[in-house]
């Protein structure tokens, strides 16, 4: 990057120094157990050759949880059966009253067709002369898909 020529010289730095502030150790209150005793301090060598020195506390127990009543088998699965049989009834009611509701839209539709197509009807046999006249369908014969009267 630079010629070989040119030398650089390292940046010097100010460093500065900080040391630790020791810490004075506070006096701790001897540590009381639950039943009112003071606990033994006991100090464990580690293999390394450091002390360690603490207070002995035994755990808390819990409690035994409370014996819960047995149900049995049959009833859980009684109540399972009534659960299933109910959604099957209602699913059933859901779907009979879907199929009931189809069917009425089918109608109305077949009849909403029928009208049209009465309509369109009746527009083809009055509408041909564009005058109002009065056609007689029984007297009228018919040719050739026209009506004639």
Avoid at 94 to 99: R, S
């Amino acid at each position: 990057m630079y010629p070989e020529t040119q030398q650089r010289a390292p940046a010097e730095r100010a460093v500065t120094v900080h040391q630790p502030t020791p810490i004075v150790p506070a006096q701790a209150a001897p540590f009381v157990s639950a039943n009112g005793q003071v606990a033994a301090v006991q100090s464990i060598v580690l293999p390394d050759g450091r002390v360690v020195t603490g207070y002995a506390i035994e755990l808390a127990k819990p409690e035994p949880a409370a014996a819960k009543p047995v149900v049995s088998r049959t009833a859980v699965n009684l109540a399972l059966g009534g659960i299933g049989f109910g959604a099957v009834c209602g699913g059933l009611l859901l779907l009979t009253t879907f199929i009931a509701a189809l069917t009425a839209l089918i109608t109305h539709l077949i009849i909403l067709a029928a009208v049209i197509f009465g309509g369109w009807i009746a527009v083809q046999i009055l509408g041909h002369d564009g005058g109002g006249n009065t056609f007689h369908i029984r007297k009228a014969g018919i040719k050739r898909n026209h009506f004639h009267g």
